[in-house]
Nanobody, 125 residues
Framework: QVQLVESGGGLVQAGGSLRLSCAASGRTFTIARTGWFRQAPGKEREFVAAIRWTGGNTYYADSVKGRFTISGDSAKNTVYLQMNILKPEDTAVYYC??????????????????WGQGTQVTVSS
């Protein structure tokens, strides 16, 4: 089993920045890919970014490309999401997810095996 804990959410003005963290514990050696998703009220959970631990490949949703950066620290079993130039439409609960198998493209929630509890990000206009 793998446990994921997100932190770093909060309230920020449009144009500001936040850095989210996702700390993994348990059988972390089984994690092949870690992703960030978000869910706004009344909307489906959507892909934000992901990183593959072998090779370090990263990929992003078009809506955040150029503004958000995902990175990982294997020594700390932690993945970060640096969010810059935040917009009100970025407001959502942000979830971290871990994938053991690399099945799928990593852009769908069903590609992931473990989830954190989420952290709220609110961007005011």
């Amino acid at each position: 089993q793998v446990q994921l804990v997100e932190s770093g959410g909060g309230l920020v003005q449009a144009g500001g920045s936040l850095r989210l963290s996702c700390a993994a514990s348990g059988r972390t050696f089984t994690i092949a890919r870690t992703g960030w998703f978000r869910q706004a009220p009344g909307k489906e959970r959507e892909f934000v970014a992901a990183i593959r631990w072998t090779g370090g490949n990263t990929y992003y949703a078009d809506s955040v490309k150029g503004r958000f950066t995902i990175s990982g620290d294997s020594a700390k079993n932690t993945v970060y999401l640096q969010m810059n130039i935040l917009k009100p439409e970025d407001t959502a609960v942000y979830y971290c997810a871990a994938d053991r198998t690399l099945y799928g493209l990593g852009r769908d929630p069903s590609d992931y095996d473990y989830w954190g509890q989420g952290t709220q990000v609110t961007v005011s206009s």
